[in-house]
């Protein structure tokens, strides 16, 4: 019989690489989606027909109990928040209740209706935010510099809670940054190789960024969904760190975004202050020894060539919209 899965966040960037990969491994994959006026469906068109999607939200508990009932999954990867950091400010108590409380809500679910659930939280590196040690590693103190990072904290430690007080197999995933041609577009990575292609096909000239000094630990979003299932598929459960393990300024990114379309950032880059954080995150980069000896997790796509994926995809994008 087929593995059933869950995944909240399925419309996603991670939901959606996610939902690939188990349907390659011969799951029954089941996607939470929000009722809304309207649905962004396009990270997932390619294999809709392919999922189950089913309605449900993380403020509502028995939104959540009603769909484990009805469709008994063996796993739940909760993916699903709010997870713009710059939005986090803007928006903190929303950001709370689904970050954070959200959390809570689906772990009661399941030991409510099915303790033997295996359960995926999707942790992040922004709750090292004023780092306290680099590399940052499981055992790294928590200082998170954003209602997001505090939130996605909280979130953490209440899965650790629920497994230890339940005995749920519950594990974290303490991702790092990890991107591709699905990220949104208000994510800076997004944000610079959309940008290089606007201005190499003379739909722009300048591209207004925020820290240029800003270091991050970026990966492939599909290498990061294989280590979530990783995870699930141990027999006890833990948390680990997923990461690269290098660390690149924002400033490099844009030079090797500009340099795969033949271009110098230098005279298209402007810093606007708006886009600068209330408190910014200097340094952030992981060490995943633990993911790399117990899960046998390795990355595949280094840092270049995850920027230039991104860059030709851009172009793609807009070549195909100026048709």
């Given at each position: 019989m087929a593995k059933r899965a869950l995944i909240t966040g399925v419309t996603g960037q991670d939901g959606s690489y996610l939902a690939e990969f188990l349907l390659e491994q011969g799951y029954e994959v089941i996607g939470m989606v929000r009722r809304s006026s309207t649905l962004n469906f396009e990270r997932i068109a390619h294999i809709q027909d392919r999922l189950e999607l089913v309605a449900g939200d993380l403020l509502d508990e028995v939104s959540l109990i009603n769909i484990l009932r009805?469709?008994?999954?063996?796993?739940?990867?909760?993916?699903?928040?709010?997870?713009?950091?710059?939005?986090?400010?803007?928006?903190?108590?929303?950001?709370?209740?689904?970050?954070?409380?959200?959390?809570?809500?689906m772990l009661d679910a399941i030991r409510l209706v099915d303790p033997d659930i295996r359960f995926y939280q999707a942790s992040s590196s922004e709750m090292f935010g004023k780092v306290q040690e680099v590399p940052q590693r499981e055992s790294t103190p928590l200082y998170p510099r954003s209602p997001y990072g505090v939130a996605k904290v909280y979130g953490h430690w209440i899965t650790v809670n629920y497994r230890e007080s339940y005995n749920?197999?519950?594990?974290?995933?303490?991702?790092?940054?990890?991107?591709?041609?699905?990220?949104?577009?208000?994510?800076?990575?997004?944000?610079?190789?959309?940008?290089?292609?606007?201005?190499?096909?003379?739909?722009?000239?300048?591209?207004?960024?925020?820290?240029?000094?800003?270091?991050?630990?970026?990966?492939?979003?599909?290498?990061y969904v294989r280590a979530m299932w990783m995870m699930l598929q141990q027999d006890k459960p833990d948390d680990y760190v997923v990461s690269t393990g290098e660390t690149h300024e924002v400033r490099e990114l844009c030079r090797l975004a500009f340099s795969a379309v033949d271009l110098d950032w230098e005279r298209h880059v402007v810093i606007d202050e708006k886009y600068l954080r209330p408190a910014e995150v200097d340094l952030l980069v992981g060490d995943a020894a633990k993911a790399h000896k117990i899960l046998g997790w390795q990355r595949e796509v280094d840092f270049p060539g995850l920027v230039t994926m991104m860059?030709?995809?851009?172009?793609?994008?807009?070549?195909?919209?100026?048709?």
């Amino acid at each position: 019989m087929a593995k059933r899965a869950l995944i909240t966040g399925v419309t996603g960037q991670d939901g959606s690489y996610l939902a690939e990969f188990l349907l390659e491994q011969g799951y029954e994959v089941i996607g939470m989606v929000r009722r809304s006026s309207t649905l962004n469906f396009e990270r997932i068109a390619h294999i809709q027909d392919r999922l189950e999607l089913v309605a449900g939200d993380l403020l509502d508990e028995v939104s959540l109990i009603n769909i484990l009932r009805d469709h008994r999954p063996r796993e739940v990867y909760n993916l699903a928040a709010q997870s713009f950091v710059q939005t986090s400010f803007s928006q903190p108590v929303l950001t709370g209740e689904t970050t954070a409380l959200g959390v809570t809500r689906m772990l009661d679910a399941i030991r409510l209706v099915d303790p033997d659930i295996r359960f995926y939280q999707a942790s992040s590196s922004e709750m090292f935010g004023k780092v306290q040690e680099v590399p940052q590693r499981e055992s790294t103190p928590l200082y998170p510099r954003s209602p997001y990072g505090v939130a996605k904290v909280y979130g953490h430690w209440i899965t650790v809670n629920y497994r230890e007080s339940y005995n749920l197999h519950a594990s974290s995933g303490i991702l790092f940054n990890h991107e591709s041609p699905r990220r949104g577009l208000e994510f800076v990575t997004r944000k610079i190789t959309n940008g290089v292609a606007r201005i190499a096909h003379g739909l722009d000239d300048k591209l207004s960024l925020g820290n240029l000094d800003a270091q991050r630990d970026w990966g492939f979003a599909a290498d990061y969904v294989r280590a979530m299932w990783m995870m699930l598929q141990q027999d006890k459960p833990d948390d680990y760190v997923v990461s690269t393990g290098e660390t690149h300024e924002v400033r490099e990114l844009c030079r090797l975004a500009f340099s795969a379309v033949d271009l110098d950032w230098e005279r298209h880059v402007v810093i606007d202050e708006k886009y600068l954080r209330p408190a910014e995150v200097d340094l952030l980069v992981g060490d995943a020894a633990k993911a790399h000896k117990i899960l046998g997790w390795q990355r595949e796509v280094d840092f270049p060539g995850l920027v230039t994926m991104m860059v030709n995809a851009d172009m793609d994008l807009v070549r195909n919209h100026l048709r």
